[in-house]
Protein backbone atom coordinates (compact mmCIF):
# COMPACT_ATOMS: atom_id res chain seq x y z
CA UNK A 1 0.00 0.00 0.00
CA UNK A 2 2.90 2.28 0.68
CA UNK A 3 4.60 1.89 -2.35
CA UNK A 4 1.37 2.65 -4.44
CA UNK A 5 0.88 5.69 -2.20
CA UNK A 6 4.35 6.74 -2.91
CA UNK A 7 3.91 5.93 -6.77
CA UNK A 8 0.34 7.81 -7.14
CA UNK A 9 2.04 11.22 -5.80
CA UNK A 10 5.06 10.61 -8.31
CA UNK A 11 2.83 10.07 -11.11
CA UNK A 12 0.88 13.44 -10.10
CA UNK A 13 3.98 15.13 -9.27
CA UNK A 14 5.43 14.55 -12.67
CA UNK A 15 3.41 16.55 -15.19
CA UNK A 16 3.68 19.75 -12.72
CA UNK A 17 7.68 19.24 -12.56
CA UNK A 18 8.27 18.83 -15.87
CA UNK A 19 6.05 22.29 -16.81
CA UNK A 20 8.01 23.92 -13.73
CA UNK A 21 10.92 22.94 -15.68
CA UNK A 22 9.98 24.12 -18.78
CA UNK A 23 7.60 26.87 -18.24
CA UNK A 24 8.27 29.50 -21.06
CA UNK A 25 10.59 28.05 -23.55
CA UNK A 26 11.68 30.28 -26.54
CA UNK A 27 8.43 30.76 -28.48
CA UNK A 28 5.80 33.70 -29.75
CA UNK A 29 2.84 34.68 -27.15
CA UNK A 30 -0.19 36.85 -28.40
CA UNK A 31 -2.30 38.68 -25.71
CA UNK A 32 -4.60 41.96 -24.87
CA UNK A 33 -4.44 43.82 -21.44
CA UNK A 34 -7.39 45.48 -20.20
CA UNK A 35 -6.00 49.37 -19.24
CA UNK A 36 -7.68 51.41 -15.70
CA UNK A 37 -6.13 54.59 -16.00
CA UNK A 38 -5.85 57.03 -13.17
CA UNK A 39 -7.15 60.92 -13.02
CA UNK A 40 -3.83 63.04 -13.57
CA UNK A 41 -3.93 67.08 -13.94
CA UNK A 42 -1.67 68.71 -16.22
CA UNK A 43 -0.91 72.41 -16.91
CA UNK A 44 0.59 73.57 -19.79
CA UNK A 45 1.98 76.59 -21.02
CA UNK A 46 -0.21 80.07 -20.21
CA UNK A 47 -1.57 78.81 -17.61
CA UNK A 48 -4.22 76.54 -18.82
CA UNK A 49 -5.53 73.40 -17.30
CA UNK A 50 -6.67 69.82 -17.97
CA UNK A 51 -8.17 67.44 -15.52
CA UNK A 52 -8.47 63.48 -16.82
CA UNK A 53 -10.95 61.64 -15.42
CA UNK A 54 -10.48 57.71 -14.32
CA UNK A 55 -10.80 55.86 -17.76
CA UNK A 56 -10.96 52.13 -19.01
CA UNK A 57 -8.33 51.24 -22.62
CA UNK A 58 -7.13 48.27 -24.09
CA UNK A 59 -3.90 47.16 -25.26
CA UNK A 60 -2.79 44.13 -27.94
CA UNK A 61 0.21 42.63 -28.30
CA UNK A 62 2.26 40.11 -29.71
CA UNK A 63 5.79 39.14 -28.01
CA UNK A 64 8.68 36.50 -28.40
CA UNK A 65 10.39 34.94 -25.72
CA UNK A 66 14.36 34.73 -25.75
CA UNK A 67 14.15 32.36 -22.50
CA UNK A 68 12.05 32.11 -18.98
CA UNK A 69 13.26 35.58 -18.23
CA UNK A 70 13.53 37.69 -20.90
CA UNK A 71 10.70 38.87 -23.52
CA UNK A 72 10.08 41.23 -26.22
CA UNK A 73 6.70 42.63 -26.65
CA UNK A 74 5.55 45.12 -29.52
CA UNK A 75 1.71 46.68 -28.75
CA UNK A 76 -0.96 49.03 -29.63
CA UNK A 77 -2.30 50.89 -26.56
CA UNK A 78 -6.24 52.69 -27.36
CA UNK A 79 -7.61 54.67 -25.29
CA UNK A 80 -10.41 57.56 -25.04
CA UNK A 81 -10.15 59.79 -22.00
CA UNK A 82 -12.85 62.30 -20.62
CA UNK A 83 -11.35 65.54 -19.70
CA UNK A 84 -12.27 69.17 -18.39
CA UNK A 85 -10.32 71.90 -19.11
CA UNK A 86 -9.68 75.28 -18.12
CA UNK A 87 -8.34 77.49 -21.19
CA UNK A 88 -6.49 80.82 -20.15
CA UNK A 89 -6.74 83.92 -22.63
CA UNK A 90 -3.61 84.82 -24.26
CA UNK A 91 -4.52 88.71 -24.22
CA UNK A 92 -6.57 89.15 -21.15
CA UNK A 93 -4.98 87.26 -18.31
CA UNK A 94 -8.30 87.44 -16.13
CA UNK A 95 -10.25 85.33 -18.76
CA UNK A 96 -10.68 81.48 -18.89
CA UNK A 97 -13.13 79.08 -20.79
CA UNK A 98 -13.94 76.14 -19.35
CA UNK A 99 -14.41 73.13 -21.83
CA UNK A 100 -15.25 69.40 -21.95
CA UNK A 101 -14.37 66.60 -23.98
CA UNK A 102 -12.45 63.26 -24.70
CA UNK A 103 -9.19 62.67 -25.98
CA UNK A 104 -8.09 59.35 -28.17
CA UNK A 105 -4.87 57.90 -27.77
CA UNK A 106 -2.78 54.87 -29.90
CA UNK A 107 0.48 54.55 -28.95
CA UNK A 108 2.53 51.89 -31.02
CA UNK A 109 5.51 51.11 -28.70
CA UNK A 110 8.11 48.04 -27.72
CA UNK A 111 8.44 46.94 -24.16
CA UNK A 112 10.93 44.72 -22.74
CA UNK A 113 9.90 42.19 -19.82
CA UNK A 114 12.24 40.55 -17.30
CA UNK A 115 10.42 37.49 -15.35
CA UNK A 116 12.26 37.35 -11.80
CA UNK A 117 11.68 33.85 -11.35
CA UNK A 118 11.50 30.76 -13.44
CA UNK A 119 8.45 29.07 -11.89
CA UNK A 120 5.08 29.43 -13.38
CA UNK A 121 4.24 32.07 -10.84
CA UNK A 122 7.00 35.14 -10.90
CA UNK A 123 7.18 39.00 -10.57
CA UNK A 124 8.51 40.63 -13.42
CA UNK A 125 9.54 43.97 -14.19
CA UNK A 126 9.18 45.67 -17.66
CA UNK A 127 10.42 49.38 -19.77
CA UNK A 128 8.96 50.32 -22.88
CA UNK A 129 9.26 53.41 -25.51
CA UNK A 130 6.68 54.64 -27.79
CA UNK A 131 5.79 57.18 -30.24
CA UNK A 132 1.74 58.56 -29.04
CA UNK A 133 -0.85 60.02 -31.39
CA UNK A 134 -3.21 61.88 -30.14
CA UNK A 135 -6.67 63.53 -31.46
CA UNK A 136 -7.53 65.95 -28.98
CA UNK A 137 -11.38 66.32 -30.55
CA UNK A 138 -10.67 69.89 -30.31
CA UNK A 139 -11.83 72.03 -33.51
CA UNK A 140 -8.60 73.95 -35.27
CA UNK A 141 -10.72 74.82 -38.04
CA UNK A 142 -14.46 75.89 -39.65
CA UNK A 143 -17.42 73.71 -40.51
CA UNK A 144 -16.58 72.62 -43.38
CA UNK A 145 -19.28 70.32 -46.45
CA UNK A 146 -18.02 67.29 -48.45
CA UNK A 147 -19.65 65.95 -50.78
CA UNK A 148 -18.99 62.43 -52.28
CA UNK A 149 -20.58 59.51 -54.55
CA UNK A 150 -22.32 57.15 -51.79
CA UNK A 151 -22.81 53.27 -52.92
CA UNK A 152 -26.07 53.08 -51.79
CA UNK A 153 -27.61 56.72 -51.38
CA UNK A 154 -25.72 58.45 -54.21
CA UNK A 155 -24.42 61.56 -54.22
CA UNK A 156 -24.56 62.93 -50.53
CA UNK A 157 -23.10 66.20 -48.64
CA UNK A 158 -22.14 66.00 -44.76
CA UNK A 159 -20.81 68.83 -42.23
CA UNK A 160 -17.05 67.53 -40.99
CA UNK A 161 -14.63 69.54 -38.82
CA UNK A 162 -10.98 68.41 -38.40
CA UNK A 163 -9.24 68.56 -34.71
CA UNK A 164 -6.67 69.48 -32.97
CA UNK A 165 -4.06 66.55 -33.40
CA UNK A 166 -0.68 65.82 -32.10
CA UNK A 167 2.22 62.81 -31.62
CA UNK A 168 5.13 62.82 -29.32
CA UNK A 169 7.73 60.40 -27.40
CA UNK A 170 6.30 58.30 -24.74
CA UNK A 171 8.06 55.93 -22.25
CA UNK A 172 6.77 53.67 -19.32
CA UNK A 173 8.25 51.53 -16.52
CA UNK A 174 6.59 48.81 -14.80
CA UNK A 175 6.11 46.02 -12.13
CA UNK A 176 3.58 42.80 -11.89
CA UNK A 177 3.03 39.41 -11.40
CA UNK A 178 2.94 36.56 -14.16
CA UNK A 179 0.76 33.06 -13.68
CA UNK A 180 1.26 30.74 -16.56
CA UNK A 181 -1.40 28.55 -15.85
CA UNK A 182 0.24 25.87 -18.78
CA UNK A 183 1.56 25.41 -21.20
CA UNK A 184 -0.58 28.02 -23.75
CA UNK A 185 -2.15 30.42 -21.24
CA UNK A 186 -1.45 32.76 -18.77
CA UNK A 187 -2.62 35.85 -16.27
CA UNK A 188 -0.34 38.96 -15.63
CA UNK A 189 -1.66 41.71 -12.78
CA UNK A 190 0.85 45.03 -13.29
CA UNK A 191 1.11 48.65 -12.65
CA UNK A 192 2.68 51.27 -15.23
CA UNK A 193 3.96 54.31 -14.98
CA UNK A 194 3.63 56.35 -18.36
CA UNK A 195 5.65 59.68 -19.70
CA UNK A 196 4.69 61.61 -22.73
CA UNK A 197 6.79 64.42 -23.66
CA UNK A 198 3.81 67.14 -24.13
CA UNK A 199 5.34 69.75 -26.33
CA UNK A 200 3.45 72.82 -24.40
CA UNK A 201 3.23 71.06 -20.98
CA UNK A 202 4.80 72.85 -17.97
CA UNK A 203 6.43 69.54 -17.16
CA UNK A 204 6.67 65.83 -18.49
CA UNK A 205 2.89 64.46 -17.66
CA UNK A 206 2.84 60.92 -15.93
CA UNK A 207 -0.19 58.80 -16.20
CA UNK A 208 -0.98 55.85 -13.70
CA UNK A 209 -2.56 52.77 -15.30
CA UNK A 210 -3.07 49.52 -13.88
CA UNK A 211 -3.91 46.43 -16.15
CA UNK A 212 -5.01 43.04 -16.40
CA UNK A 213 -4.45 40.90 -18.97
CA UNK A 214 -4.07 37.39 -20.47
CA UNK A 215 -1.50 35.97 -22.87
CA UNK A 216 -1.59 32.99 -25.44
CA UNK A 217 1.93 30.98 -25.70
CA UNK A 218 2.63 29.14 -29.03
Known amino acids: MRTLIVSALLALGLPWSAFAQETRPPGSEFGFDVVYQLSQDITFDGGSKIDFSDDVGI ?20 SEVSYDATLQSAIAP ?16 LVLNYNILKG ?3 PFLNAGIGWAFVDTNIPNS ?37 WDLNKSYSLRLLY ?24 FMF
Open 59 to 78: TLWWGYRFNEHLDLQGALDW
Open 192 to 215: EKHWIDYSEASSTPDFDQFRLGMT
Open 142 to 178: RVQVGCWWDPWWGYICTPYQSTRSFDDFTYQLGAGVR
Open 120 to 122: PLT
Open 94 to 109: GVQADVSGDIETFVPK
